[in-house]
C-alpha cells in the first residue's frame, strides 16, 4: 500500500504535466516518465515481469516510437494551442467525468481482487508464460494477426507509389 | 609490503591446491570470493556493530555497486588508453606518449582536463534536459552491469529476470539520446539524434532475437543460469558454450554486430561521425558533461561484451577441462579483455558505413536471419543435439545466407575501381 501512496500522486502529476504542456517534446517526456512510474509500481508490488515489460515496451517502444513521430514532422502553433485550451478543458473533463463516476460507482460496490492483501505471491515467469500461450493463445494470435496486418500496412503507406526503386548501392 | 606479500601467498597455496572451488565460502581471502571481498568486509563490519537486517542488505548492496563502479570505471580509463594505443598500432603511429612512462598517465591527464574545461550551456538549449541528458545515459549502463555474473561466487544482484532487466534497463538510452539532441536546441545534434535513436531502434531488434534463442534453449531468463546451462564439455575437451552450436554461432555473430551497432562504435558511429555531424548529439556539450557521455559509452560497451559473453561464450566457465582452480571471474575479465579487443580491431579495421546502407543491413539481412535461428534452435533442441542436429540446422541457415550475401554482393558490386590519388 506504502508504495501506491508515495507513486500515484507522483504517476498523476506526471500525467496531468503531460496533458497539459504545451509544447509537444515535453508532454512526450511526461508522458514517458508517467508510463515509467507505473513500472515503478508494478516492480514494487512484486510483478516483476510486468513492470520490466512495460519498461520495454512503453517507455522503450511506444514512447521512443512518439518522440520520433516529434522530430520528423512539424511542431504546430503553441500559441493556438495555449487559446484553444478552455474549450479542450471543457471537452476533456466531460468525457473524463462519466467514466471517474462509473469507475468509483465500481469501486464503492467492493474490489473484484482484494487490493491491499499482502498474500499475492509473485507470480514466476513460466506461469505467465503458460497462461499466455496456454488459455490466452486466441488472443494472442488476434493480435498478431492485427499487428501483422498494420505492419504491412504501415508498409504500404511508406512506399511512395510514383518513385522508382532505388539505383543499386556502390 | 609484508601483508601483500603474505595475501599473494595465501591466493597462490589456495589457488594451486583447488582449495577454492571446494570451499568457496570458508575464507574471505580465498581468490574464487576475491571480488566480493569489500562487500563481505561491510557485511561483517556492520554485524559486528549490531545493525538491523535491512541496514546490513543495504549496506551489503551499495558495496557491491562500489565495487562494480570502482573496476569499470578503472577499466574505462585503462582502455581510453589501450584504444588510442591499438588504434595507434593499427594505423602505424605511436599513440600518446607523452604522459607517465608509455603514456600510462593520459587517462588521469584527460581526466583533469575534462574537469577543469569550461561547462558551457547554450542560450538557446533547456537547461534542465541538457543537464538531466548526460545522466541519464550514464544509469542505464551500470544498472546494466549490475546484474552480469563475473564469477561463480560474484553476481553483484542476481535477478531471476537478469536478461530481462538488462535491456529494459538499456531503453533508457534511447530516450537520453532523443533528450540531448532536442534540448542543445541546435541543428547537429538534432539530426546526430535521429541517426542515433534509428540506428538503435533497428539494432535492438536483432540484438533481443538472438538472445532469444538462448532463452529457449536454456529455459531461463536467469543469467546466472544461462551461464550454468553452458556448463560442462563435448567429446571431454569441447566447451559446451552456446557459440559452439549452429543456431548459437549465427545468433552470437548477430548479437556482435547488433551489440557494435548498440554502443555507436565504428563501423556503425553515424550518429557522431566526426566528419559528417560534428559530434552528433554531443556537439553541445562540453567538460565533465562530454566525459559522461563518453564513460557512458564505454560502459555501455563493456555491459554489452560482458552479456554477449554471458549468452554465448560460457560465461565465467573455464575453455578447457582440468582448468577449475583458476579463479572463475579471471576467465570472464580475460574473455571480456578478448571481446573488447575485437571490437577495437573492428573499430581500426573497417570504414564507417553510409546511413541508407546501415538499415537496409538491418532490416534486409540481420532481422531475418535472427528471426530464423529462433525456429533452427527449436530443431536443435529436439532432433538430439547430435551429427543430425548439425546436418539440419547448417542446411537451414546456411542456404537463406548465401541467398542474401549473393543478393548483397551483386547488388554492391564495384566493378574495379582505379585509386589514382596515392600515385
Known amino acids: 500500500m506504502i508504495p501506491l501512496l508515495i507513486l500515484s500522486p507522483l504517476i498523476l502529476l506526471a500525467a496531468l504535466g503531460a496533458v497539459w504542456k504545451a509544447r509537444p517534446v515535453h508532454a512526450a517526456l511526461l508522458l514517458a516518465l508517467t508510463l515509467a512510474l507505473v513500472a515503478v509500481f508494478y516492480l514494487t508490488v512484486g510483478a516483476e515481469f510486468v513492470g520490466l515489460v512495460q519498461f520495454m515496451v512503453y517507455v522503450g517502444g511506444v514512447a521512443i516510437l512518439i518522440v520520433f513521430a516529434l522530430l520528423i514532422t512539424r511542431p504546430g502553433d503553441e500559441a493556438a494551442e495555449v487559446a484553444r485550451r478552455p474549450r479542450s478543458l471543457a471537452l476533456g473533463l466531460s468525457c473524463v467525468a462519466p467514466v471517474l463516476g462509473l469507475l468509483l460507482y465500481a469501486f464503492s460496490k467492493g474490489l473484484p481482487v482484494d487490493v491491499a492483501g499482502e498474500t499475492n505471491p509473485p507470480l514466476p515467469v513460466k506461469a505467465v508464460g503458460m497462461e499466455l500461450f496456454g488459455n490466452a493463445v486466441p488472443a494472442v494470435l488476434a493480435v498478431a494477426v492485427l499487428l501483422t496486418a498494420v505492419l504491412i500496412g504501415a508498409a504500404l503507406f511508406a512506399r511512395d507509389p510514383g518513385k522508382k526503386p532505388e539505383p543499386p548501392i556502390g | ?423
Not at chain 2, 538488462?166 to 535521429?194: Q, R, Y
Not at chain 2, 555531424?277 to 562530454?290: D, L, N, P, Q, R
Open chain 2, 1 to 423: 609490503m609484508r601483508v601483500p606479500a603474505l595475501i599473494a601467498l595465501v591466493m597462490a597455496a589456495s589457488a594451486s591446491c583447488g582449495w577454492a572451488a571446494e570451499a568457496p565460502n570458508r575464507s574471505l581471502l580465498a581468490p574464487e570470493a576475491l571480488p566480493r571481498l569489500p562487500q563481505r568486509l561491510v557485511e561483517l563490519g556492520l554485524e559486528a556493530l549490531k545493525a538491523p537486517d535491512w541496514l546490513v542488505a543495504i549496506g551489503s548492496f551499495a558495496a557491491a555497486a562500489g565495487t562494480v563502479v570502482a573496476v569499470f570505471l578503472t577499466a574505462f580509463a585503462l582502455l581510453s588508453l589501450i584504444e588510442r594505443k591499438t588504434l595507434a598500432r593499427i594505423q602505424n603511429r605511436i599513440g600518446p606518449n607523452r604522459a607517465g612512462p608509455f603514456g600510462l598517465l593520459q587517462p588521469v591527464a584527460d581526466g583533469i582536463k575534462m574537469l577543469t574545461k569550461e561547462d558551457i550551456v547554450p542560450t538557446k538549449s533547456e537547461w534542465f534536459l541538457h543537464l538531466l541528458a548526460p545522466v541519464m545515459i550514464v544509469i542505464p549502463s551500470i544498472l546494466a552491469l549490475g546484474v552480469i555474473p563475473y564469477g561463480r561466487e560474484w553476481v553483484p544482484v542476481d535477478l531471476p529476470l537478469g536478461l530481462l532487466f538488462f535491456f529494459a534497463a538499456g531503453t533508457m538510452t534511447e530516450l537520453a539520446v532523443f533528450i540531448a539532441g532536442w534540448a542543445s536546441g541546435s541543428k547537429f545534434p538534432m539530426l546526430g539524434a535521429m541517426r542515433a535513436i534509428s540506428q538503435m531502434v533497428s539494432y535492438e531488434l536483432p540484438l533481443i532475437i538472438s538472445a532469444t534463442s538462448v532463452v529457449m534453449l536454456s529455459g531461463t531468463l536467469s543469467l546466472s543460469g544461462i551461464v550454468e546451462a553452458q556448463a560442462g564439455f563435448h567429446l571431454g575437451f569441447i566447451p559446451a558454450w552456446y557459440i559452439l552450436t549452429p543456431w548459437g554461432f549465427v545468433a552470437g555473430v548477430i548479437f556482435l554486430i547488433a551489440g557494435n551497432a548498440e554502443s555507436n562504435r565504428c563501423p556503425f558511429d553515424l550518429p557522431e561521425g566526426e566528419s559528417e555531424i560534428v559530434a552528433g548529439h554531443m556537439t553541445e556539450y562540453s567538460g565533465f558533461k562530454y566525459a559522461l557521455f563518453f564513460m557512458g559509452e564505454y560502459l555501455g560497451l563493456f555491459a554489452i561484451s560482458g552479456l554477449g559473453i554471458t549468452l554465448f561464450l560460457g560465461g565465467w566457465q573455464p575453455p578447457l577441462p582440468g582448468l577449475g582452480f583458476v579463479p572463475s571471474w579471471i576467465w570472464f575479465f580475460g574473455k571480456l579483455a578478448a571481446v573488447i579487443f575485437f571490437f577495437l580491431w573492428v573499430r581500426g579495421t573497417f570504414p564507417r558505413v553510409r546511413i541508407d546502407q546501415l538499415m537496409r543491413f538491418a532490416w534486409l539481412c540481420l532481422i531475418p536471419v535472427s528471426l530464423l535461428t529462433l525456429p533452427v534452435a527449436a530443431i536443435w533442441q529436439y532432433s538430439g543435439k547430435g551429427a543430425l542436429g548439425w546436418l539440419l540446422c547448417s542446411a537451414i541457415l546456411l542456404v537463406p545466407f548465401i541467398i542474401l550475401t549473393v543478393r548483397f554482393n551483386r547488388r554492391m558490386a564495384t566493378n574495379n575501381r582505379r585509386y589514382t590519388f596515392a600515385e
